[in-house]
T-cell receptor, first 115, second 111 residues
C-alpha cells in the first residue's frame, strides 16, 4: 500500500458544527502532516507529527485540533470554524522528519467549505 | 522566509514542446523536491535532489540544482496535454524539520 487516504473528500459545515477530517497510511511512515491550501496558493504547513507526537504547530488557531491515535492515523478536529477556513486540507506522510530521499506522499485532500 | 519563489507563474505551450520552470530559495537546504498537482487534488512527488547533487533525471523530467545561486530548474521534455498541472518546488532547510513550498507554476499544455 503506497497511498495516503483522506476522508471525507468533500465537507460542508456550519460555523457552529464540529467535524473531523481523517487521514490513514499503511506505509510505515513515522511522520505525518496537515497542510492547508487555498485556491491558486501553495500548501501551508499546519501541524507535524513524528512518532505519534506533535512536533510542530505553525501557530494554528485552536479551532483546529490535531490528533494522532496511532502511527497509521491522523485526525484533524474542527470546531467553530470561520468561512475563511474554507480550503483544501491535505494530509501527507514521510518515512521520518528528516526525510530519506523519497519525499512526501500526499492524500487527495478534503475540500472543506464553511458556511 | 525560506519560501521558494517560482517563475514563471504561468506557462502555456504546445504539445511536444519543452517546459522549463525555475525555483529560487533563500536558505541552505538539505534537499529540494518537485511536486505536481492536478486541479485541486493532492500533490504528487516527482523528484528529489539533494544539496550535493547538481542534476537528476527521471523519465522526461530533468532537474538541476545550483546551491551557489540558491536555484533549481525543472525541465519537462516533449510535453503532453496530461502534463497540464501546477508544479511546486519544496525545500527542506538545513537543520529544519519542515518542508516549505514555493508559489508554484501553472503549466498548460495545448493539444
Amino acid at each position: 500500500d503506497t497511498e495516503v487516504t483522506q476522508t471525507p473528500k468533500h465537507l460542508v459545515m456550519g460555523m457552529t458544527n464540529k467535524k473531523s477530517l481523517k487521514c490513514e497510511q499503511h506505509m510505515g511512515h513515522r511522520a505525518m502532516y496537515w497542510y492547508k491550501q487555498k485556491a491558486k496558493k501553495p500548501p501551508e504547513l499546519m501541524f507535524v507529527y513524528s512518532y505519534e507526537k506533535l512536533s510542530i504547530n505553525e501557530s494554528v488557531p485552536s479551532r483546529f485540533s490535531p490528533e494522532c491515535p496511532n502511527s497509521s492515523l491522523l485526525n484533524l478536529h474542527l470546531h467553530a470554524l470561520q468561512p475563511e477556513d474554507s480550503a483544501l486540507y491535505l494530509c501527507a506522510s514521510s518515512q521520518d522528519l528528516i526525510g530519506t530521499g523519497h519525499g512526501y506522499t500526499f492524500g487527495s485532500g478534503t475540500r472543506l467549505t464553511v458556511v | 522566509s525560506q519560501q521558494g519563489e517560482e517563475d514563471p507563474q504561468a506557462l502555456s505551450i504546445q504539445e511536444g514542446e519543452n517546459a522549463t520552470m525555475n525555483c529560487s530559495y533563500k536558505t541552505s537546504i538539505n534537499n529540494l523536491q518537485w511536486y505536481r498537482q492536478n486541479s485541486g487534488r493532492g500533490l504528487v512527488h516527482l523528484i528529489l535532489i539533494r544539496s550535493n547533487e547538481r542534476e537528476k533525471h527521471s523519465g522526461r523530467l530533468r532537474v538541476t540544482l545550483d546551491t551557489s545561486k540558491k536555484s533549481s530548474s525543472l525541465l519537462i521534455t516533449a510535453s503532453r496535454a496530461a502534463d497540464t498541472a501546477s508544479y511546486f518546488c519544496a525545500t527542506d532547510a538545513t537543520g529544519g524539520f519542515k518542508t516549505i513550498f514555493g508559489a508554484g507554476t501553472r503549466l498548460f499544455v495545448k493539444a
